[in-house]
């Protein structure tokens, strides 16, 4: 279940804040449950994924210190889409396959 939160308190707490458009990594976060939300005054603004020190805000109304290009977001959605539509491959497979490859887009873009 998620919480409500501040803008304040997450850049508070993480040393890395990715800020990503409403659903360009939707396939990517598939298999994840956001911890946190905000809002603002027209309702729901983002979403929050936490990633040890590194936080992925997503939403309508995103927010963060490092803002992954179009391309690079692209590039890894693309390839999480084709795992997460493989039905050949098994749930519990399927998460640690995204899991890596969210690693892996953190570890490119917090270089």
């Not at 396939?27 to 939300?37: C, G, K, M, Q, S």
């Not at 992925?56 to 391309?71: K, L």
């Not at 491959?89 to 887009?105: C, T, V």
Request: with cysteine; hydrophobic share 35%.
């Amino acid at each position: 279940m998620k919480f409500k939160t501040t803008k304040k308190a997450i850049m508070n707490g993480y040393n890395n804040i990715l800020c990503v458009g409403y659903c360009n990594l939707q396939h990517l976060l598939n298999t994840e449950n956001p911890i946190a939300y905000t809002t603002r005054a027209e309702g729901w603004g983002t979403d929050i994924y936490a990633f040890g020190n590194t936080a992925i805000v997503t939403g309508y109304a995103p927010f963060g210190n490092i803002r992954p290009n179009y391309d690079i977001q692209k590039k890894y959605n693309d390839m999480a889409e084709k795992i997460v539509y493989d039905y050949s491959i098994e749930w519990a497979d399927r998460k640690i396959k995204l899991s890596n490859l969210i690693d892996q887009f953190i570890s490119e873009i917090t270089k």
